[in-house]
């Protein structure tokens, strides 16, 4: 069983950075590659990072490429988003994602544990 809770969300201006982590609990997250989706009002949840088991490998949908950073630190269990270059599209409810598999995807269906999500507005 693994448990998520994101934090670093809130209100930021266009062009500004926000970090956002999700601490984990339960051991089978190291052994998985690790995601974070987003969902604006009235839009379905999207991909938006992952980062394979060990930080080796990490994938980007091409809305983020460039200005986001995905991370993640094992030994405390945490993985972390860097946002630059902030957009007044970026604003969603962000949420930290544990895949069942090693390799990172990018899939939602492969993502078996999540968080509650943390609020990112940015402001044109």
């Known amino acids: 069983q693994v448990q998520l809770v994101e934090s670093g969300g809130g209100l930021v201006q266009a062009g500004g950075s926000l970090t956002l982590s999700c601490a984990a609990s339960?051991?089978?997250?190291?052994?998985?590659?690790m995601a974070w989706f987003r969902q604006a009002p009235g839009k379905e949840r999207e991909f938006v990072a992952s980062?394979?088991?060990?930080?080796?490998?990490?994938y980007y949908a091409d809305s983020v490429k460039g200005r986001f950073i995905i991370s993640r630190d094992n030994a405390k269990k945490m993985g972390n988003l860097q946002m630059n270059s902030l957009k007044p599209e970026d604003t969603a409810v962000y949420y930290c994602?544990?895949?069942?598999?090693?390799?990172?995807?990018?899939?939602?269906?492969?993502?078996?544990?999540w968080g509650q999500g943390t609020q990112v507005t940015v402001s044109s």
């Open positions: 994602a544990s895949s069942k598999y090693a390799s990172t995807t990018y899939i939602r269906d492969e993502y078996i544990y």
């Open positions: 339960g051991r089978i997250f190291t052994y998985n590659a």
């Open positions: 980062v394979n088991w060990n930080g080796g490998s990490t």
